[in-house]
């Protein structure tokens, strides 16, 4: 059973409830999962809607993280996310993952989590500041500095052996690693399972920037393309990307760095789109080349990664729509791949309990035990 067990190979990935799903979660990670669950490699896959996450920065705000849960949920099932092959599964309602939280506490410290990168950046940009002689910033709440354990929990709790995820959780599957090695250690077992990441293959989507030019396509910088937009939407958000400031006339010659209509084709476009949508250009490497030497119009170049956009756009929408019009069903695959994990992370828990010895209750063995301890 044991060596079985070591030797599947299981999926969990997942995203915080805090707002539709953008193009960025699309190619970082979405068509990834879509790919790895037909590959038909993995034993089992869950994914994880991290609700509880998602409020240790909005915790004054369920209704939003509820809201959010539907729209990330029809999100995952519009991309291809195939309930057959995957669990999908709601955070707050595994209760084991919460007690393997406060277990982990122990075999982290306070130094350690103040080195994650991630979390770093994130503590400012919402202004949470961890000094004690406060100024007038927020203080750091310990629910949102210790997320990172929550999400080694996430992660052990499946046994998961394979993370796909963008390169912002790096430092996240490094802490979950350094645990189980200290859970392992400590307790003298090897019941977790060191997760390896799976990062996306190509450069150009690892980090999809914001049409605005800025680093990370993000809800709170507005600069998104979500995957639910309709048609006007997005034709409207292209036409406003950013391009090149120094390309004023269609003469002039243009870059391609930093210019998100070139960006986003490198992320998005494949040869056949050249055939379908822009016969006169072979690749996107002649599409470059002649913007590179002027001549080629903003225009056009926003016309066609329209095209690209709506060909993969299109029969996501039409996927969002069917799975809207029945959310009772939507309801049960939640339900049901909720209950799934529940069951998956109550072994993982049962044997952790074992090996920390708090599982006083799983047998009554433990009345011999302390008959010999107190009448020694
Ligand atoms: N931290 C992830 C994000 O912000 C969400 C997440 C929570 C996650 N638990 C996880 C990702 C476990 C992978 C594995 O997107």
């Not at 750091?140 to 995820?165: C, H, M, N, R």
């Not at 939640?334 to 920390?356: F, I, S």
Request: charged share 25%; glycine share 6%.
């Amino acid at each position: 059973m044991l060596a079985k067990d070591c030797k599947k190979k299981i999926i969990l990935t997942g995203d915080r409830p805090t707002g539709k799903l953008h193009l960025g979660h699309y190619v970082g990670s979405l068509q990834r999962r879509v790919a790895l669950q037909n590959s038909g490699e993995y034993d089992e896959i869950y994914i994880l809607i991290a609700d509880d996450q998602a409020l240790t920065d909005n915790w004054d705000n369920p209704q939003k993280i509820r809201d959010n849960m539907i729209e990330v949920a029809l999100d995952y099932l519009s991309v291809g996310i195939d309930p057959a092959k995957c669990h999908i599964c709601v955070q707050s309602n595994i209760p084991a993952l919460h007690a393997l939280t406060f277990y982990y506490m122990n075999l982290v410290t306070t130094q350690r989590l103040s080195r994650n990168p991630t979390v770093k950046a994130e503590m400012a940009m919402r202004g949470f500041s961890n000094s004690e002689s406060n100024d007038n910033q927020a203080g750091l709440p310990a629910g949102f500095f210790t997320y990172p354990v929550s999400q080694a929990a996430d992660i052990t709790a499946f046994k998961a052996t394979t993370v796909p995820v963008g390169e912002d959780q790096e430092p996240m599957i490094e802490q979950t690693r350094e645990i189980v090695r200290k859970f392992n250690s400590t307790y003298k077992n090897d019941i977790l399972v060191e997760p390896e990441i799976l990062l996306p293959e190509l450069q150009s989507q690892r980090r999809l920037p914001g049409t605005d030019g800025k680093a990370k396509m993000s809800k709170s910088l507005g600069n998104c393309i979500f995957l639910s937009d309709d048609e006007k939407t997005v034709k409207q958000k292209v036409m406003g990307m950013y391009t090149d400031p120094l390309h004023v006339n269609v003469s002039d010659p243009g870059h391609v760095e930093g210019n998100m209509v070139f960006t986003y084709l490198d992320a998005f476009c494949r040869p056949d789109h050249f055939a379908r949508f822009l016969p006169e250009y072979e690749n996107l490497d002649a599409l470059k080349d002649h913007y590179r030497a002027g001549g080629l119009g903003d225009v056009k170049c926003k016309k066609f990664l329209i095209k690209v956009l709506e060909d993969m756009l299109a029969p996501i929408r039409a996927e969002r729509a069917r799975w809207a019009a029945d959310l009772p069903a939507v309801y049960r695959i939640l339900k049901e791949g909720t209950e799934a994990a529940v069951q998956t992370t109550n072994r993982t828990l049962a044997e952790v309990t074992a090996a920390m010895k708090v599982n006083y209750f799983a047998d009554e063995s433990i009345i011999e035990e302390w008959d010999r301890w107190i009448h020694q």
